[in-house]
């Protein structure tokens, strides 16, 4: 019977990703794409299917030093050449379409810590707190 709940990837869609990750991984590691903007610049951070598993999306972060739009560049320009050794090292049935996007979490998470640092919200949270310490749960 099918999981009929949205947004939960199955296990296989789960273990196939994992998959490509890890064949992506190398392949950006060992520089088998022959595009010098791609040479060890790309970290994949994950790699989600679609359910009928026929397309990938691979979430990438550029390394340090390495310009963000080049590197999504080359990749786009390389999707046909990467997929193809990504197909010789995993045996599928169907060698999904990839798509690769900039993961952007990192930078979301950076902003987040900021504005929790800024002194106006430390003091808010500080409120927040004292509020707590004289709540009474017998009332």
Same mark, same amino acid.
């Given at each position: 019977? $099918?999981?009929?709940r949205k947004?939960?990837p199955? *296990?296989r869609q789960l273990? #196939?990703g994992?998959?490509?990750? @890890?064949a992506l991984?190398?392949? %950006?590691?060992?520089?088998?794409?022959n595009?010098p903007a791609l040479?060890?610049?790309v970290t994949?951070?994950e790699v989600s299917m679609?359910?009928?598993?026929?397309h !990938? /999306?691979?979430?990438v972060?550029?390394?340090?030093?390495h310009r963000?739009?080049e #590197?999504?560049?080359a990749?786009?320009?390389?999707?046909?050449?990467?997929? $193809?050794e990504?197909?010789?090292?995993i /045996?599928l049935? %169907?060698m999904p379409d990839l @798509? %690769?996007? *900039?993961?952007?979490?990192?930078d979301? !998470?950076?902003?987040v810590d900021?504005?929790?640092?800024?002194?106006? #919200?430390?003091?808010?949270?500080?409120h927040d707190?004292?509020d707590d !310490?004289g709540f009474?749960?017998? *009332?």
């Amino acid at each position: 019977m $099918a999981d009929h709940r949205k947004g939960a990837p199955s *296990q296989r869609q789960l273990r #196939v990703g994992e998959l490509i990750r @890890h064949a992506l991984a190398e392949i %950006f590691s060992r520089g088998d794409v022959n595009d010098p903007a791609l040479d060890g610049a790309v970290t994949v951070v994950e790699v989600s299917m679609s359910p009928d598993l026929r397309h !990938a /999306t691979a979430y990438v972060i550029p390394f340090a030093g390495h310009r963000s739009a080049e #590197v999504m560049s080359a990749l786009d320009r390389s999707r046909k050449r990467i997929r $193809a050794e990504v197909g010789r090292r995993i /045996t599928l049935k %169907f060698m999904p379409d990839l @798509h %690769f996007r *900039q993961d952007t979490s990192l930078d979301y !998470a950076a902003r987040v810590d900021e504005i929790l640092h800024r002194p106006e #919200v430390a003091r808010d949270l500080r409120h927040d707190d004292d509020d707590d !310490a004289g709540f009474n749960s017998d *009332q």
